[in-house]
């Protein structure tokens, strides 16, 4: 099924708007992981556990998600391209669905999942800090013998240039 309607996309038009996209989110990416980093907190990125976290705090079991308005379909601002609609809408459906799954899959084991769009982070990405800091700060008041008990090894990392 998925092979069929690759096949009813132009392909430059899929790789123009595949590729426009990426960079703005990768550029967002690093400005808010950036951002993390002066609000003083020691995070690991692109850590390959299930589904590829943006931002990772191990021991705190925090796991931070930046959704793109795109292709996470936000509700204001993932506009459909204006060919291939049904291409599109599937495959957000499927990325919405998947992220539904893997937010639940470490709800259940324990973790706190923070989703930020990125439309939250367009103009200040202060109050999303402020979500990752408290979710991060709740972990580790919860439990301060589970904290001891494993060492508080915070994982180093530099930030992005
Ligand atoms: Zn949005």
Redesign the pocket.
Same mark, same amino acid.
Do not use: A, K, N, Y
């Given at each position: 099924m998925f092979l069929q309607m690759v096949d009813t996309v132009d392909r430059a038009t899929r790789s123009r708007v595949m590729s426009a996209v990426k960079q703005r989110d990768s550029r967002i990416e690093k400005m808010f992981r950036l951002a993390l980093w002066h609000a003083g907190l020691r995070y690991r990125k692109n850590v390959r556990i299930l589904g590829t976290p943006d931002v990772l705090f191990r021991a705190a079991k925090v796991v931070v998600f930046i959704d793109s &308005?795109f292709w996470h379909g &936000?509700s204001? #601002?993932?506009r459909m391209p204006k060919s291939n609609v049904a291409f599109w809408r599937a495959k957000i459906d499927r990325n919405r669905r998947r992220d539904l799954r893997i937010t639940r899959t470490y709800r259940r084991q324990g973790w706190r999942v923070v989703r930020v769009?990125? #439309?939250e982070l367009t103009v200040s990405s202060q109050r999303a800090v402020g979500r990752v800091m408290s979710a991060v700060a709740r972990a580790w008041t919860v439990d301060v013998r589970l904290r001891h008990s494993r060492g508080r090894k915070v994982p180093l990392n530099s930030p992005e240039k």
């Open positions: &308005c &936000c204001r #601002h993932g769009w990125e #439309h």
